[in-house]
């Protein structure tokens, strides 16, 4: 008896969150273009110093892998050379 009444719960539960979804659709493209631009006003835009450094940190950060990967690679590539040749 008690799953029959939670069933029956889970069913209202179900019809209801449906008819919230279906209100919620009513409002058209234009009520989500609305919405949209009333959340892009608070959005906090960084300003174009911020744009800046932040560029140049990432342009380092990945010169420095570059290097970084080259090397390494460079090593490796000097490694197994010297693995193959045989020399002492």
């Known amino acids: 008896m008690a799953k029959d009444k939670e069933l029956a ?3 209202k539960e ?4 449906k008819k919230k979804d279906s209100a919620a659709s009513k409002g058209g493209i234009k009520k989500w273009f609305k919405d949209l631009r009333s959340e892009l006003k608070k959005v906090v835009w960084p300003t174009k110093q ?3 450094n932040n560029s140049i940190v990432v342009f380092a950060a990945m010169l420095g892998f570059a290097v970084y ?4 690679d460079k090593g ?4 197994f050379q010297f693995a193959i040749s045989g020399k002492k």
């Open 69 to 72: 990967t080259f090397l390494l």
């Open 50 to 52: 911020v744009v800046i």
């Open 9 to 11: 719960v889970s069913e």
């Open 14 to 17: 179900k019809k209801s969150a």
């Open 76 to 79: 490796f590539l000097w490694l």
